[in-house]
């Protein structure tokens, strides 16, 4: 007698191991739940952890088996070919099983080593198997014993389910294939990407609060592994882009050129680590840092731009403005990078999306909270996007408020709710926290200046017609800007705030130039009761941000940024500026430039600002050692796990 699941002919295989898999799947999520019950209690995270954590296991084994589905729907069939494949499937069905099974039977050891799912470190292991083996054997035999036992009968069970699941089978007429075949292509494509959004599913899409072991739980270890491969596979290394300079060397040339006196520098272990005395020796005041997106120099009237900013052209009247502030990269996650961390510049993505800094990685949030700081990102959209979310929550934000969490917003366009609705959530935010009275940073990131350039009606006087522009959604952008203003010079909490407006990059970079240098000049203003009024005319990075507002707000600690405290910077000092622009990198000192280039010898500028043009000019030896340690200090401390937060655990010396 044929069972209904004979009906289902050659696939039948699949569903059943895909069933299988599923169901081992959730219950390892609800044990490890379980194991950590009180974590997972403590962020009420059971609901998500296995809601979400179905949706990422069902796309994980659309991917596993999904191209296994498609050779089934070609293939199969009662001819040599088809027994061809038959054999491949089973032994296809057989090691996705093992694999799954494997690799959640060795998660809980994983976890209690590095307190999060097999990540990165996991593949590095494989590299020393002798090594781990008996690191194992010594300290885990019953994990590794058990481990062992579970996968041989894992193996075999698999075999022999496959081997009876593919026997006696019925396949499809000749006239259904097309349309069976199209209908795996849908189910795999759509179930693999489990979103209609911009981006397929990532981690940072389902991640959820700022504990990073509970984070993991949402996904299975498979797709934790493979996502990390896949992370490790564009990990750029500048070493071998620009070359090689002894890592010393590198230190050295970077600690000289960031300012500081030997001596502040404290730490063995974290070579950029150095102690930095705060300017403003009052209370500690908080922290808000508007990042503007793509407003970059040639929209802001007051720099010469186009006149779309009235609102910030008047508050660079009232605060200290930079008139030769350069972006560090040319995307959002790169001037995150540059004004949260303080991190240099890299051809590698940046570290907002790399899987060796998604935790434990230095952020002024990590510093401040360490400081009883309340730690915010406020945005209008997904904050999923760009991988932010889940190095936020990795790297000391404590609350995330996005496009979910705003009731009744004005405007809602593509990229979430218009900046003004932004603006409006970001003001009552801090009016609540100063009202409990909690020290608070936040960092609100607008979305409005972002094609397809949406924003409400009558807000503006359109610079141009038709209304979604470029140019109009910049004006509107400084619009929000202006009446987040006029509300937070009336709160309460106006006259203990640092505020810093700034853009995370210039629209559209680009230009025949090696690196477009006009193109990464952005505005920068920071305001605040006790900020004298300065227009300051030396040529800064982003990464003199950071610094420079820690000690504006009176705070004298330990960290690992090596930009400059312009405080304390003189005002002779000529400025330096790195700027990376696909995999070429600019070093900008007052009007001598460097550009490397992959492979290539570092070449020589001279710019001429008011025009923007670059004409070839030698450079000195040390202009040259300069651009390249700045370029290889980023990737080495990366790779090497050296930028962090201080705490208790780092031993921090005086180096004499």
Request: with cysteine; charged share 20%; glycine share 8%.
């Amino acid at each position: 007698m044929r069972t209904s699941l004979s009906y289902l002919g050659p696939f039948r295989s699949i569903l059943t191991f895909c069933f299988i898999s599923l169901l081992f799947l959730t219950l390892s999520r609800i044990g490890l739940g379980i194991w950590q019950a009180e974590r997972v209690a403590a962020v009420d995270g059971w609901s998500h952890l296995l809601i979400q954590g179905l949706r990422v296991d069902f796309a994980s084994l659309c991917w596993l088996w999904g191209v296994a589905a498609l050779g089934t729907a070609i293939f199969s069939g009662d001819h040599i070919l088809g027994r061809t494949w038959k054999s491949i499937l089973r032994i296809w069905l057989t090691l996705g099983l093992w694999l799954i099974v494997f690799l959640e039977i060795s998660t809980p050891s994983f976890i209690e080593e590095y307190g999060v799912r097999p990540n990165r470190l996991y593949v590095e292991y494989l590299i020393y198997p002798k090594e781990v083996f008996s690191m194992l054997w010594s300290g885990r035999k019953f994990e590794l014993i058990l481990g062992m036992l579970v996968s041989g009968l894992t193996l075999w069970g698999g075999w022999r389910l496959s081997g009876t699941l593919l026997k006696n089978i019925s396949y499809p007429r000749l006239l259904l294939r097309p349309v069976i075949t199209l209908a795996v292509i849908l189910v795999t494509l759509l179930g693999a990407r489990s979103t209609l959004g911009h981006r397929p599913l990532n981690p940072a899409m389902v991640a959820f609060d700022d504990d990073p072991l509970v984070n993991s739980l949402v996904i299975n270890s498979a797709y934790s592994l493979v996502f990390a491969i896949d992370q490790m596979r564009n990990e750029a290394n500048a070493s071998q882009i620009y070359g090689h300079l002894d890592d010393q060397v590198v230190i050295d040339t970077v600690r000289r050129d960031s300012g500081r006196l030997s001596e502040a520098f404290t730490s063995t272990e974290f070579p950029s680590m150095s102690f930095n005395q705060a300017t403003y020796q009052g209370k500690p005041k908080n922290l808000v840092i508007i990042l503007q997106e793509s407003l970059g120099a040639q929209f802001v009237g007051s720099l010469g731009g186009l006149p779309l900013t009235p609102n910030i052209d008047s508050l660079s009247q009232e605060g200290w403005s930079f008139e030769n502030l350069y972006a560090t990269g040319t995307r959002s996650v790169r001037g995150i990078e540059a004004v949260v961390t303080g991190f240099t510049p890299t051809p590698a993505r940046s570290v907002v999306k790399l899987g060796k800094s998604q935790n434990d990685f230095f952020s002024i949030a990590a510093l401040l909270k360490n400081h009883g700081y309340e730690t915010q990102f406020v945005y209008g959209g997904e904050s999923h996007f760009d991988n932010m979310k889940s190095f936020f929550l990795g790297n000391g934000f404590s609350d995330i408020v996005d496009e979910n969490d705003y009731e009744n917003p004005n405007f809602v366009g593509s990229w979430g709710v218009s900046d003004e609705d932004l603006m409006r959530r970001a003001n009552s935010e801090f009016e609540q926290f100063h009202k409990e009275g909690k020290p608070f940073f936040s960092l609100v990131f607008s979305s409005s200046n972002h094609d397809p350039f949406e924003f409400p009606d009558e807000r503006i006087e359109l610079y141009e017609q038709p209304k979604q522009t470029r140019n109009n959604a910049a004006k509107y952008a400084d619009y929000a800007i202006g009446e987040f203003f006029k509300l937070a010079k009336e709160s309460s909490y106006w006259k203990d705030t640092i505020f810093l407006v700034v853009a995370d990059h210039d629209s559209r970079v680009g230009g025949a130039s090696l690196v477009p240098i006009p193109r990464f000049r952005i505005p920068g203003i920071i305001l605040g009761e006790g900020v004298d009024v300065k227009h300051d005319k030396r040529i800064v990075s982003q990464i003199d941000l950071a610094p420079t507002l820690i000690s504006l707000m009176g705070i004298s600690c330990n960290y690992p940024m090596l930009g400059r405290d312009l405080t304390q910077t003189s005002e002779d000092w000529p400025g330096r500026a790195l700027m990376q622009y696909d995999k070429n990198m600019a070093y900008l000192r007052g009007d001598d430039v460097v550009i490397l280039q992959p492979d290539r010898e570092p070449a020589g500028f001279k710019y001429y600002s008011k025009t923007g043009l670059l004409s070839k000019s030698p450079q000195s030896d040390e202009m040259k050692l300069a651009a390249k340690s700045w370029a290889l200090w980023g990737s080495m401390a990366y790779q090497k796990g050296l930028y962090r937060v201080a705490t208790d655990d780092v031993e921090l010396v005086t180096i004499r």
